[in-house]
């Protein structure tokens, strides 16, 4: 029987993670074609950080080598971008004139960084941070210049500072917001952050407005001017100021965008049912996400309807955030900043040993509705559970401050019972992390 043709435009987390998911359930549905713009197979975004800071290298950091598309027959065309999206032929187009027809494509396009229309924003040492090739750019400019300016104090910004610091940079990151991460941490969380960072040696500059990239007699960026008329060397600039939805070339394809390729439930884009998008690129009911969690959901809805079981919805994801800064543990869900309706149980010890420690709960009513943990996070994935699941929390409302293993059963004491369980179930919300392997270590011995 002739197979149908899946095309996938974007060689990156989300698209790769669906179509893995997709021949899980149905190997042999489609002829399938990848055209990936960078030149490399798909590797761990998220572990960027750590390569740049030279905890990992590149070769780690690769999900699946070039041997994996082979083995599932995947036709990819590398380095190569597509173009155009032809609706009518039914096929897409690429920059080098390939052309490959398409039963269902899926676009999986991801975002492109936010560039600060200043001045000077094109001058050689100004970059952002997304890929490879921006990674690679850092660490060669650490050898060969010393001051870098980060622009942006987001979870991006500071792992990009971090990186260049520990690679011997003088770093600087400059921030409009007062406080640092404000989309993920409270304004006494991200100070404390701060607080921990600057005794690490990064630098800061709050609240201040970049006016302009100033260039030296080698057109190269030599130094950052703020609004106040300051100026601060920096030989290399990076722009870590915000992501948006590269969704210009479904525009073109006259799919509806909207903060990103708006997309139903089915991940079906609204306009053109053959046509599907995941990932940072689609906008699923008004929201585009900017986390892996919430797009490998995504992966794995679109998969079963690719595969035509038609079963499963995408309904939408809760995130939670954490820092990859070895040593700085912070973590947030929810609805950390509480307000009107909300109660907050609030831990507060600045000067613990290595930074301090600071925990804050939001609960709504009997439900913990937000997280917000600094210096300590050991109990941050069954926090996460518990607001995801929507659980009353009444119960052990005044043990929760104090962990999951302060609640009896409902906790680590409850992992002796490790062996009656489902190799399935979630021993713990720890998610592997510092208990898990502990948890694992009892649930696989049995006792
Ligand atoms: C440094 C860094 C650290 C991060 N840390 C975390 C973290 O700790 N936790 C977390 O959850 N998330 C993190 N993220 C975000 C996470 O990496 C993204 O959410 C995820 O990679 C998005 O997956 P995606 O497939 O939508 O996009 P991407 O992974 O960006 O893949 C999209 C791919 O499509 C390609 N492409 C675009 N247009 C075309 C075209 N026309 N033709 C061909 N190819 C095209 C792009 O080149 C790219 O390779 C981090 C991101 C970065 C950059």
């Not at 991460?181 to 304004?187: A, I, K, S, T, V």
């Not at 079963?311 to 912070?330: A, E, M, N, P």
């Not at 179930?425 to 992390?433: A, K, P």
């Not at 510092?434 to 649930?443: E, H, V, Y």
Request: aromatic share 6%.
């Amino acid at each position: 029987m002739k197979k149908m043709k899946l095309v996938m435009i974007g060689n990156g987390m989300a698209g790769v993670r669906t179509l893995e998911e997709l021949l899980k359930i149905a190997p042999d549905l489609y002829d399938i074609t990848v055209f990936g713009a960078e030149p490399h197979p798909n590797y761990n975004r998220i572990l960027l950080s750590p390569v740049l800071a030279g905890e990992q290298t590149l070769d780690e950091i690769v999900l699946n080598p070039l041997g994996w598309y082979a083995e599932h027959g995947i036709t990819l065309h590398l380095g190569r971008q597509v173009v155009q999206i032809d609706r009518v032929r039914r096929e897409v187009v690429a920059d080098d004139g390939t052309r490959a027809p398409y039963d269902r494509l899926l676009i999986a396009t991801g975002s492109l960084p936010f560039i600060l229309p200043v001045s000077g924003k094109e001058l050689d040492g100004v970059i952002t941070y997304r890929d490879i090739a921006d990674t690679q750019a850092m660490i060669d400019a650490a050898q060969r210049h010393r001051h870098a300016v980060v622009i942006g104090g987001g979870l991006l910004g500071l792992e990009a500072a971090n990186g260049l610091m520990r690679r011997g940079m003088d770093v600087t990151v400059v921030h409009i917001a007062p406080w640092l991460m404000e989309r993920q941490l409270d304004d006494v969380a991200g100070r404390m952050l701060r607080q921990s960072l600057e005794a690490r040696g990064l630098h800061f500059e709050m609240g201040a407005q970049t006016q302009a990239l100033l260039a030296g007699d080698d057109g190269r960026v030599r130094a950052v001017r703020f609004r106040d008329g300051r100026e601060i060397p920096a030989e290399l600039v990076v722009m870590a100021a915000g992501i948006r939805p590269n969704t210009e070339l479904a525009e073109r394809a006259g799919l509806h965008c909207q903060r990103g390729i708006v997309v139903s439930d089915t991940l079906q884009t609204v306009t053109d049912p053959r046509i599907y998008a995941v990932g940072e690129c689609a906008a699923h009911r008004g929201v585009a996400y900017g986390l892996v969690a919430p797009l490998f959901e995504q992966g794995k809805v679109c998969a079963t309807h690719l595969a035509e079981f038609g079963i499963g919805r995408y309904t939408g994801s809760q995130v939670s955030t954490k820092l990859k800064v070895t040593g700085i543990d912070l973590f947030s869900a929810g609805n950390f900043m509480g307000g009107e309706g909300t109660e907050e149980i609030v831990l507060s010890d600045p000067t613990a040993p290595n930074g301090g420690v600071y925990k804050k709960l939001v609960l709504q009513g009997d439900k913990l509705v937000g997280a917000c943990l600094y210096g300590d996070t050991v109990d941050g994935s069954w926090y996460f559970k518990l607001l995801r699941e929507g659980r009353p929390v009444a119960d052990i409302r005044d043990r929760l401050m104090f962990g999951e293993s302060n609640i009896g059963d409902a906790g680590h004491e409850g992992h002796h019972r490790a062996a009656a369980m489902a190799d399935t179930d979630e021993v713990c919300g720890c998610n592997g992390v510092t208990q898990g392997a502990i948890c694992k270590a009892i649930k696989d011995k049995g006792l």
